[in-house]
Structures are given as structure tokens and as C-alpha cells.
């Protein structure tokens, strides 16, 4: 079925993976190693609230359509929005995998899909979901959802929101730094991952060191 309808398959996003909608199912073209297979898997076994029905082979991901609210791009989230996806990772780091922490890889706001109450229903592109650190996915959700690069937000609003992420995660100052370090390592991992897409896109690629120098000088400026 999927050699027919390839054909139809269009790029998505900055990863540039191929999806195709078809008869109420989303088929996503990837590439799967087996340890990422295993981790889904194992994920649809234990009862994980947040992950779709999947169907998976070593080429592609296939799930039922979802109904629910999601985001088109960044930058459109506010405190309410981070309350909840901060409440969901808590919910997924209480699963382990082999006693270790699950981590999505890519909590940008257009991968998790909201109820009308604007609680998360489920979260999609679970291919980049590994092991490891319980840092990782709270640094992305920093970055893309607080949304510190952004010219249009005060260092009032985001120390609002930065402080409201501090208190639902139960930081200290130790967990903080290494936030910090964290959300330098997934800057620099998406632009590595997504370097053929940003590297003539001038816009988007200073975003991203903006993002890093942003970090760099008013970090601590957030827990004053």
C-alpha cells in the first residue's frame, strides 16, 4: 500500500520527513533503528496515555488522524499552555524504560495535540524518542515554549513563565544549570539535525544563535 500511494507523500517541516494523510491515517516515512522501534513498543504495552495507536515498521510510522487543538508554528503558547505540557512530561518521566527516563526529542508545540479544555491529549512524532536524561525534554519545552528567542516577548513575560516552569518542575539551583546546559545541547542538535534546511536561510539560522547568546546573557537575569 504505502509503494502506491508514494507518490502522494509530502515533506514536512524543517526534518523534511515525508507524510501522507490517507483514509483518516497519517503516514509519516522514517526511518527507524531498532533500539527506537523497541522503545515504541514497549511504550504501547505500558499503557502510555499520550502516544498514538502506532502502527511501525523499520520505514514508517502510521496512526488514526487525531481530533484536538494544535499549533502551527512557535510562538504562539502561553503560560497556561506551558503549565500543562510541563504537568505531561512530569507524567511521562513516572515511566521507565529498563529504569531509565523515556525522552520525546522533539516537544515542539506543533507535536502535542489538545482537548478543548486545553489539556494534552496525545503527542505525535515519537521518532526521535531515546533514553536519556530527565533534563532533556524540560529544556526543549524552555526553549520553544517560553520561547525566550523570540523579539516580540519581554524579559518580563518570560521571567513570568520561566519562574512558573522553576515551580511546577520543583528546580533548584542546581537543576537550573543544568537546564542551561541542556538547552544549549538541543540548539545545537537541531541545527545540526536540521543544518541542510537552515544553512541558506539566514533568518531562521541567526534565530538560533540568537537563541544561544540569548541564553549566554540573561539567563540569570530570569531568577532575580
Request: proline share 1%.
Amino acid at each position: 500500500m504505502l509503494e502506491n500511494l508514494s507518490k502522494n507523500f509530502k515533506s514536512n517541516g524543517l526534518s523534511n520527513n515525508k507524510i501522507l494523510i490517507s483514509d483518516n491515517k497519517v503516514f509519516k516515512y522514517v526511518k527507524l533503528n531498532r533500539k527506537t522501534q523497541n522503545i515504541l513498543n514497549w511504550l504501547q504495552t505500558n499503557n502510555n496515555q499520550y502516544l498514538p495507536i502506532l502502527a511501525i515498521t523499520r520505514d514508517w510510522l502510521c496512526y488514526d488522524v487525531i481530533n484536538g487543538y494544535t499549533f502551527v508554528k512557535i510562538g504562539l503558547t502561553n503560560a497556561k499552555h506551558l503549565i500543562q505540557i510541563l504537568i505531561t512530561i512530569q507524567n511521562i518521566q513516572k515511566i521507565k524504560y529498563k529504569r531509565k527516563y523515556i525522552v520525546h526529542g522533539d516537544l515542539s508545540p506543533v507535536n502535542v495535540i489538545f482537548d478543548q479544555n486545553l489539556h494534552v491529549k496525545k503527542i505525535i512524532d515519537w521518532d526521535n524518542v531515546s533514553i536519556g536524561s530527565k533534563y532533556q525534554d524540560p529544556a526543549y519545552v524552555f526553549w520553544l515554549w517560553i520561547n525566550f528567542g523570540s523579539e516580540k516577548k519581554t524579559l518580563q513575560q518570560i521571567k513570568y513563565e520561566a519562574n512558573i516552569f522553576k515551580k511546577i518542575m520543583n528546580y533548584n539551583n542546581n537543576d537550573l544549570n543544568k537546564i542551561k546546559k541542556w538547552i544549549y545541547k538541543v540548539i545545537k542538535k537541531e541545527m545540526k539535525k536540521h543544518y541542510n534546511q537552515i544553512k541558506n536561510d539566514k533568518i531562521l539560522l541567526n534565530w538560533y544563535f540568537e537563541c544561544i547568546k540569548w541564553v549566554k546573557q540573561q539567563w540569570n537575569m530570569l531568577w532575580n
